[in-house]
């Protein structure tokens, strides 16, 4: 694969990202009740139900790399900013289990993908070679 | 192989990503029980940035681009787990209404992830993040306990006693024996 190839693909990551991110704040807006600085439940409401189209949209197309890349960094971009902006009204249970939800999924990804290298072949032969 | 890796790489960042963006609002939070400065969160924040930067920049000059993204992907996990764990034993204890056995179960749950941490081999991401993320556990825990009054005091310095004796035996046996 080119660097050329890369570029381009980073470039359409981009601008799919950007307007994934424009279409769910045009769309919260528009619905929104408030208005203003003051959003309404509805609005969040649509940023939420935004991100969770754009991860499954992301995970269906995950062959399709830029195309994958622009949904889940947008999912990414609304959740962060309605847990961000509603944080402390979320009950207790619901942030022990949304915390835990990432716990697990950061030591499974860890546990599989993150082990210590074993030491080459040719490293331990010229460890055993060297010792007396 | 290399783009491959690459690829890979940002094709997980997205959750990584994530999982910092809920840490550093989770810390933002927390700083309410230590001191009202959120700022000290912030500053916390930036010092472990800078000293895994510095960390990547040391090592990174005999590294290829992919180890360099897998050393920033390990610090990562690192990070949101040392940071996540305490969270997660701080919304535990809210919800049973932080009450004593609630405390109790974040300080036993602080001293399992230490020991974990130091039982494990071949795993050194989790390792850290166990031993970091158990050890501000049990200092949360600590905070609470201190608080309840005389006998969580006692409750306290009794289990932290127990628990030292225990790691001290389990991890110098050797050393003791020979």
Redesign the interface.
């Known amino acids: 694969?080119s660097g050329k190839n890369?570029l381009m693909k980073l470039f359409f990551g981009g601008i799919i990202f950007l307007f994934a991110v424009a279409l769910a704040y045009t769309t919260a807006n528009y619905l929104d009740e408030g208005g203003g600085y003051t959003h309404s439940s509805k609005y969040w409401l649509v940023l939420m139900s935004a991100s969770v189209v754009y991860i499954l949209l992301?995970v269906t197309v995950?062959s399709v790399?830029p195309v994958?890349?622009g949904f889940?960094?947008s999912?990414?971009v609304l959740?962060?900013h309605a847990?961000?902006a509603r944080?402390?009204e979320i009950p207790?249970?619901a942030?022990?289990a949304?915390?835990?939800i990432?716990?697990i999924?950061?030591?499974v990804?860890?546990?599989q993908k993150?082990?210590?290298e074993?030491p080459s072949p040719s490293a331990s032969q010229s460890t055993l070679q060297s010792a007396p | 192989m290399a783009v491959m890796e690459i690829l890979a790489f940002v094709l997980i960042s997205p959750f990584l990503i994530l999982a910092l963006g809920l840490t550093g609002i989770a810390l933002w939070t927390w700083s309410g029980v230590f001191t009202s400065a959120p700022v000290l969160s912030l500053f916390i924040l930036f010092i472990v940035f800078i000293v895994i930067w510095g960390r990547v920049r040391e090592t990174g000059r005999t590294m290829t681009p992919p180890q360099q993204l897998v050393l920033v992907r390990r610090a990562a996990i690192i990070i949101s787990i040392a940071i996540l764990l305490p969270t997660f034993a701080r919304y535990a204890v809210q919800s049973l209404h932080s009450s004593l056995p609630g405390v109790i179960f974040a300080l036993i749950f602080g001293f399992w992830l230490i020991l974990w941490g130091l039982m494990m081999r071949d795993r050194r991401t989790l390792m850290y993040g166990n031993i970091v993320g158990g050890a501000l556990t049990v200092m949360y825990a600590y905070s609470w306990l201190w608080e309840l009054g005389e006998f969580p005091r006692i409750i306290a310095a009794a289990f932290g006693l127990a628990a030292a004796v225990g790691i001290a035996v389990f991890k110098l046996k050797d050393k003791l024996i020979s």
């Open positions: 694969m890369v992301g995950s790399f994958s890349l889940l960094f999912s990414d959740i962060l847990l961000g944080y402390n207790d249970p942030k022990t949304l915390v835990a990432i716990l999924i950061l030591y990804f860890a546990w993150l082990g210590d074993p």
